[in-house]
């Protein structure tokens, strides 16, 4: 049984149903539910059963503790990119600091209800402030060591569809900055 407490788009639904495997997404945006399900929504030979829920990932008390295989999500990056208008509890609207406080109890809920042995992925990048990087992915990583999970990979992705024109290509080369173009995929096992 697989999670995605942020379903966002509905890519990891997609690929766990063409995978064959079981998966519940979850999401505290009812617009990003409404697109999961119309994603999930083809054919498929014997296909995994998907489940979507409405939901927090701070507090996903309709599930039970330990009943987890496998966490495979993408969270916000803190207030980037803000996924909806009026979602008091969305993290996209919280800035740095509050996003990494709260991100200790998706942390800890991931950690109650993965089982023993198993493996939670999180996709995570960077971001910049005033020409300076602000390491959010190892941020986020040491969040989710500190709540018991123990690092057994960390894997470089290349954003491939990041395109360096415009406005962010002429501000990096006024304020001498490198483009972030990377995410990394933190996978961690629960011990």
């Known amino acids: 049984l697989v999670l995605d407490q942020f379903a966002g788009g509905g890519t990891t639904l997609v690929e766990a149903k063409l995978l064959r495997r079981n998966i519940i997404g979850v999401d505290i945006n009812p617009f990003a539910l409404n697109r999961c399900k119309e994603k999930v929504k083809f054919e498929w030979d014997n296909p995994g059963n998907v489940e979507i829920k409405k939901g927090d990932a701070r507090n996903l008390h309709f599930l039970s503790d330990k009943c987890i295989d496998l966490i495979c999500t993408h969270p ?59 390491p959010l992915g190892y941020e986020v990583m040491k969040v989710f060591e500190s709540s018991g999970f123990k690092t057994k990979e960390i894997i470089i992705k290349k954003q491939h569809n990041c395109n360096a024109t415009g406005f962010w290509k002429n501000k990096s080369i006024k304020y001498n900055f490198l483009l972030l173009a990377h995410e990394y995929l933190f996978v961690f096992r629960k011990p």
Not at 77 to 100: C, G, R, T, V
Not at 114 to 130: E, P, S
Request: proline fraction near 3%; include cysteine; aromatic fraction near 8%.
């Open 76 to 134: 916000p990056y803190a207030n980037i990119i803000q996924y909806s208008k009026d979602i008091k509890e969305d993290l996209s609207h919280m800035k740095i600091p509050k996003f990494l406080e709260e991100m200790k109890s998706v942390a800890s809920e991931s950690f109650r209800l993965l089982k023993n042995n198993k493996f939670c992925a999180i996709l995570m990048g960077d971001t910049r402030n005033n020409g300076h990087v602000i």
